[in-house]
């Protein structure tokens, strides 16, 4: 979907499979953010822009449709001139790419919009105080990232884990290896070594647990004479 929404300080472009770009206050050259989302799996990629540009929009999206592969409809309610605009770019970038002109959103459709947008939009503002940083184009990756791994109830798992079919990685954080353990570890032959350590240490401790629960096993009953 192509479309402006203001929210607050933001203006908000959005493109199929859905994207939106935010005018934010300036950063350096940077002025908007485009945020591209499926709307299946609701998966979101963040992208800086110095301008709202149909060439420079098209750019981008094209680089997301050589990651992620690309979508077939392109909507709008931002005018047909600007669509027309960013499918002939993509057209000429790309002239094996066919994408076809959809059906304006309806109203529930773009209140979810607004709703994704004002949440993005929270995020980095929480983002920039917590890091005592005014310079939102370098926390727009860690959104992009907080957003993919959260739970979305709409679909009843993260963005990502509908997209790629597992949970996110955040390096040995997200390993099963205990934290005290991970600040040790500063190159690979320490974790080789530690991985085959800790089955091992695991198996240890299931034993002596395994010993400590047994009880000796003493007769309850006494031949009697009769």
């Not at 770009?21 to 950063?27: G, K, S």
């Not at 989302?37 to 750019?59: C, G, M, N, P, S």
């Not at 209140?111 to 503002?125: C, H, K, P, W, Y």
């Not at 009843?156 to 205990?178: D, H, Q, R, V, W």
Request: aromatic share 10%; with cysteine.
């Amino acid at each position: 979907c192509v479309g402006c929404v203001w929210v607050g300080f933001s203006n908000i472009i959005l493109l199929s499979y859905m994207i939106y770009i935010y005018i934010y206050h300036p950063d350096g050259k940077f002025k908007f953010i485009m945020v591209y989302q499926d709307h299946l799996t609701k998966f979101i990629v963040l992208k800086t822009l110095e301008f709202k540009r149909a060439v420079k929009v098209a750019y981008n999206i094209i680089d997301i449709f050589t990651l992620l592969g690309a979508s077939t409809i392109l909507q709008s309610d931002n005018g047909r001139e600007f669509s027309n605009q960013i499918v002939s770019n993509l057209r000429n970038m790309w002239p094996e790419l066919k994408i076809v002109h959809g059906k304006p959103r309806h109203s529930q459709s773009q209140g979810s919009v607004e709703r994704a947008n004002q949440d993005i939009e929270n995020m980095l503002t929480t983002w920039m105080q917590d890091e005592k940083n005014r310079h939102w184009s370098q926390g727009l990756r860690f959104v992009q990232l907080m957003k993919n791994r959260a739970y979305h109830s709409g679909i009843k798992m993260s963005p990502y884990e509908a997209l790629f079919g597992c949970k996110i990685k955040i390096g040995l954080n997200t390993s099963n290896l205990p934290h005290d353990v991970i600040s040790t570890i500063e190159n690979e032959e320490q974790l080789a070594e530690l991985i085959t350590e800790q089955p091992q240490k695991i198996n240890t401790n299931v034993e002596n647990k395994v010993s400590d629960t047994q009880q000796p096993n003493t007769p309850n009953t006494r031949s009697e004479e009769h």
